[in-house]
């Protein structure tokens, strides 16, 4: 079974300049998640789905931050323009998305975003 | 509001010690709770998890058991290997809250041979 691909796995960008980073989660999984990791944090929840749906983006800095999930398949999460607080892992996972809070979340290797 | 409190790293560790790793956690109702672990170089894998109270988690020699008396989740390896090196996070998710994880900050842990 394949897992979750993430693109591309490194990117340093310059501050102001735009970013986009691609998932595609296991077949079948209902639920995406996008997550951000700071060096020496926990994930931190951007944005859920549930198949083409937003379930919780309450932490998703709206004013640069947007992800879409358009055939309920693979996702784009895009920084437009990007600070350099924004340098961090970009984790995506998806879920089955029919079980309950015990459901397992499989993880891709993650975009490292670097800015300058 | 719901947390999880993991004990600070590094922890570092000779081949064949005894592995403890504390997580404790605050949340209301039951939640469900998880060991994560993230290899250099890799994305997070699950590592183990447990529904209810007294469930005891078990994967790769490690083990976890959900203890609401004390609110924690401790994660324990009788042998580690330098194989086990890595970063270990707990975590929790709330009945109806979407499955959404509430994540500890990660223990890293180093193995020398």
């Known amino acids: 079974e394949a897992g979750v691909a993430q693109s591309p796995r490194y990117k340093i960008i310059e501050k102001r300049q735009s970013v986009a980073f691609w998932c595609n989660p296991i077949?079948?999984?209902?639920?995406l998640y996008w997550y951000q990791q700071i060096l020496g944090q926990g994930p931190k929840l951007l944005i859920q789905?549930?198949?083409?749906?937003?379930?919780?983006d309450s932490q998703l800095p709206k004013d640069r931050f947007s992800a879409e999930r358009l055939k309920g398949v693979d996702s784009t999460l895009k920084i437009q323009p990007a600070k350099l607080e924004d340098s961090a892992v970009y984790l995506c996972?998806?879920?089955?998305?029919?079980?309950?809070?015990?459901?397992?979340?499989?993880f891709g290797p993650g975009t490292r975003l670097l800015v300058l | 509001g719901n947390s999880v409190t993991q004990m600070e790293g590094p922890v570092t560790l000779s081949e064949e010690a005894f592995l403890t790793i504390n997580c404790t956690y605050t949340?209301?109702?039951?939640?469900?709770l998880f060991w994560y672990v993230q290899y250099p170089g890799e994305g997070l894998q699950l590592l183990l998890k447990?529904?209810?109270a007294d469930d005891k988690g078990s994967n790769k020699g490690f083990e976890a058991t959900y203890r609401k008396e004390t609110t924690s989740f401790h994660l324990e390896k009788g042998s580690v290997q330098v194989s086990d090196s890595a970063v270990y996070f707990c975590?929790?998710?709330?009945?109806?809250?979407?499955?959404?994880?509430?994540w500890g900050l990660g223990t890293s842990l180093a193995v020398n041979p």
């Open positions: 996972a998806s879920s089955l998305g029919t079980s309950g809070r015990a459901e397992t979340q499989y």
């Open positions: 077949s079948g999984h209902a639920t």
């Open positions: 789905f549930q198949n083409n749906g937003v379930v919780d």
């Open positions: 949340a209301t109702g039951y939640p469900s």
């Open positions: 447990a529904t209810k």
């Open positions: 975590a929790l998710s709330r009945p109806g809250n979407n499955r959404k994880l509430i």
